[in-house]
Nanobody, 114 residues
Framework: QVQLVESGGGLVQAGGSLRLSCAASGNIFSINDMGWYRQTPGKERELVAH???????SYVVSVKGRFTISRDNAKNTVYLQMNSLKPEDTAVYYCNVLGGIWPWGRGTQVTVSS
């Protein structure tokens, strides 16, 4: 069973940067499209960025130009570089295969202060 472990979150001031990492166990990581999702209390989890197995990327409008998703298949790891952070980016961030069908990890909390 695939396990996902997110890390790299924290408290940062508006305009700051964070780099999130997500390590996946198992040997099927490289063939799957991966996504970064975020969730705030009372709201549904939303997909904010995804990367295909071939490295193509796409982003939700609210983060485009500020966030960059990347992957290292040799390390079974996907990253999310977040720049120019805004208070509205505050959320718990998760990674998962596109469609969110793997068991969810604990996520990593990102808090952006104004």
């Amino acid at each position: 069973q695939v396990q996902l472990v997110e890390s790299g979150g924290g408290l940062v001031q508006a305009g700051g940067s964070l780099r999130l990492s997500c390590a996946a166990s198992g040997n099927i990581f490289s063939i799957n499209d991966m996504g970064w999702y975020r969730q705030t209390p009372g709201k549904e989890r939303e997909l904010v960025a995804h990367i295909t197995s071939g490295g193509s990327t796409s982003y939700v409008v609210s983060v485009k130009g500020r966030f960059t998703i990347s992957r290292d298949n040799a390390k079974n790891t996907v990253y999310l570089q977040m720049n120019s952070l805004k208070p509205e980016d505050t959320a718990v961030y998760y990674c998962n295969v596109l469609g969110g069908i793997w068991p969810w990890g604990r996520g990593t909390q990102v808090t952006v202060s104004s």
